[in-house]
């Protein structure tokens, strides 16, 4: 069946260091892939999304691209900063159904 | 900015006492899914529905949880009785088609006592 699997965490960084979080996925037709974003005391945000292969999505400096051939969708920031702190979660969907990564917990210090 | 409004957002209570929680989705969305969050178990889908009509409810324990969307403006998540296991967050998340994002809102936390 489909499934999303993400790079576990925690991952800890300095402010200004470039950030990389693993998302790949297996599903048996074309999904849509995003990324979310959970601040402590908050629900999940979009944070990007992709709809077909080789779409970038890309929102407050962080991107991702689609890619078929590796079935990845990576997540990338150049220069992360404490705000972004938070909990990362790679999902996808196809028809009805929505598949969530277990998240990977982000620090960011000064 | 339209948002999926959850409340309470907070809710203590005994155990064996009746808990329920209620979601507004997104005017026009049409597809509402509940979620719980431990640190254990990580997100889990509880049950979703379509147009009001509920798809897949195989998430939830039968004997004691219930979901129903009495309207399209609002979704309901009941707990009959609470036992300290069920302590959580609930997430509510709605989604307008296939393929498109889930807008989730900011969760019920639930301690039971």
């Known amino acids: 069946g489909d499934s999303v699997t993400q790079m576990e965490g925690p991952v800890t960084l300095s402010e200004e260091a470039f950030l990389t979080i693993n998302c790949t996925y297996t599903?048996?037709?074309?999904?849509?892939l995003f990324w979310y974003v959970q601040y402590p005391g908050e629900g999940l945000q979009l944070l990007l999304k992709a709809t077909k292969a080789d779409d970038k999505g890309s929102n407050k400096g962080f991107e991702a691209t689609y890619r078929k051939e590796t079935t990845s969708f990576h997540l990338e920031k150049g220069s992360v900063q404490v705000s972004d702190s938070a909990v990362y979660f790679c999902a996808l969907t196809f028809g009805n159904q929505f598949y969530f990564g277990t998240g990977t917990s982000l620090t960011v210090i000064p | 900015d339209a948002r999926v409004t959850q409340t309470p957002r907070h809710k203590v209570t005994e155990m064996g006492q009746e808990v329920t929680m209620r979601c507004q989705p997104i005017?026009?969305?049409?597809?509402v899914f509940w979620y719980r969050q431990t640190m254990m178990q990580g997100l889990e889908l509880l049950a979703y529905?379509?147009?009001?009509?509920?798809?897949?409810d195989s998430g939830m324990p039968k004997d004691r949880f219930s979901a129903e969307m009495p309207d399209a403006t609002l979704a309901t998540l009941k707990i009959q009785p609470s036992e300290p296991r069920d302590s959580a967050v609930y997430f509510c998340a709605s989604g307008s088609s296939y393929n498109s994002p889930l807008h989730f809102g900011n969760g019920t936390r639930l301690t039971v006592t």
């Open positions: 005017l026009g969305h049409n597809t």
């Open positions: 599903a048996t037709g074309y999904p849509s």
């Open positions: 529905f379509r147009n009001r009509a509920p798809l897949d």
